[in-house]
């Protein structure tokens, strides 16, 4: 967002996981633009020991990917950027992304939808509390910036500040199985 339209919001600013609260100038088709042309996948790394744990838990696991992709974001703005775009590559280059920094997730392992708590799985892990809060498995709010005044604690999620956390509390649950 900083580098498109020249901004200066720094991530450890961004106190919400909506954007508009963060970039209170930029239309919604502006906050979504990047996403839905598939750039933000272009532009982004894993992060750090992200890609170990994934290659760790592969060994013994199966492992998926669940995303909101284009299903979280607004009808109105998705048809306004393909009226003037004809195509986005949001998917593809999320699937791009994954199989370069992730070869051991499958494809047909990435599931699109919005009610993760649907998902029928032991470990839900995801930076957006609402996410989590309904998933009858045990789950892990990874944080950040904009998650910090939820209170996991109080909806039974656990709270790791980095992948090798996350490492040490999914040993925890295979202890206590």
Known sequence: MNRT???RVQFENVKDYMLKDSFPDLSDYQLYAPYLDGR???DIHPVKDAQRL???LSATDDLYVCTAGLVGVNTLIVYEYLWNNETT???DNLLRFLGENYPQIRQ???I???KKYMIDGDVLIDDYPGHLIDFP???IL???PYNQDFNAADHGIMRARNYNEIANLIEQIRYAL
């Open 112 to 114: 699109i939808c919005t």
């Open 54 to 56: 994934v290659e760790k």
């Open 89 to 91: 590559q949001c998917t």
């Open 108 to 110: 047909e392992n990435v």
């Open 142 to 144: 990874l944080d950040k």
């Open 5 to 7: 339209y020249g901004t």
């Open 137 to 139: 498995g045990h789950k």
């Open 40 to 42: 933000l996948y272009l």
